[in-house]
């Protein structure tokens, strides 16, 4: 009997086969960190993650499921260096999981760990729940915050230019009157000033000298 050929020997494939797995899984980039879930809404949410540095990604894979398993999605991009994505079409107030992967030159990495979250009624306007990791912004919170200190600021400016305003009146009516009180001065002064008093003449000032009266008797 003939010797089976080396390359087709069962034994040196499975070595080969074993050898490129290897390979390939030596190669695969490691799997996205802090996985997280921010502006959720009640029919969309937003999930970021970070990769570690070192390694060559051309792409992300997310997997998104619904937790009670009536719907499930597959999103796969490459070609771009985005570490978040924005998930569309959510059914509101249900619950969902999600897992990232990184995409290589050589594959995919194996998938993150399980994130947890649940989109919002219509009617709320805080999220009920949190991602198992990392804190939820609300963009509805952020936009209310703004408008507040707008409106304070607005105030504020408002009340500064009528204080203002106010100085500014108190100001010239204070040298309205002061320039008022000086003209009734200087009005009432010649008459004060040039004004002579009367000195009586004639004979009031003057007094009478009496004659001495002389009495002759005759003897």
Same mark, same amino acid.
């Given at each position: 009997m003939a010797p089976i050929p080396a390359y087709l020997n069962p034994a040196a494939v499975l070595v080969l086969v &074993?050898?490129? $797995?290897? $390979?390939v899984?030596?190669? #695969?980039?490691p799997s996205p960190v802090n996985v997280t879930v921010t502006q959720l809404k009640a029919n969309s949410a937003t999930v970021s993650w970070d990769v570690p540095e +070192?390694? *060559?990604?051309?792409?992300?894979?997310? &997997?998104?499921? #619904?937790?009670? +398993?009536?719907?499930q999605r597959f999103i796969r991009e490459v070609n771009t260096t985005n570490r978040a994505c924005v998930l569309w079409d959510l059914a509101e107030d249900a619950d969902y999981i999600i897992q990232v992967q990184s995409v290589g030159l050589y594959g995919e990495s194996?998938? &993150?760990?399980? *994130?947890?979250? #649940?989109? $919002?009624?219509?009617s709320d306007r805080l999220p009920s729940n949190s991602s198992n990791q990392g804190d939820i912004t609300v963009e509805g919170l952020d936009k209310e915050r703004q408008l507040q200190t707008g409106e304070i600021i607005i105030i504020v400016v408002v009340l500064l230019m009528w204080a203002a305003v106010i100085a500014l009146f108190c100001k010239q009516y204070d040298i309205i009157k002061d320039n008022d009180s000086n003209n009734n001065k200087e009005k009432t002064k010649p008459s004060s000033e040039h004004s002579t008093p009367e000195r009586p003449t004639g004979g009031l000032l003057r007094s009478k000298k009496k004659t001495p009266s002389v009495n002759i008797i005759e003897v």
């Open positions: &074993s050898c490129d $797995l290897c $390979l899984h030596a190669n #695969r980039p +070192g390694d *060559v990604i051309i792409g992300y894979a997310i &997997s998104q499921q #619904r937790q009670d +398993g009536q719907m194996q998938a &993150s760990k399980r *994130v947890h979250f #649940r989109t $919002l009624k219509q």
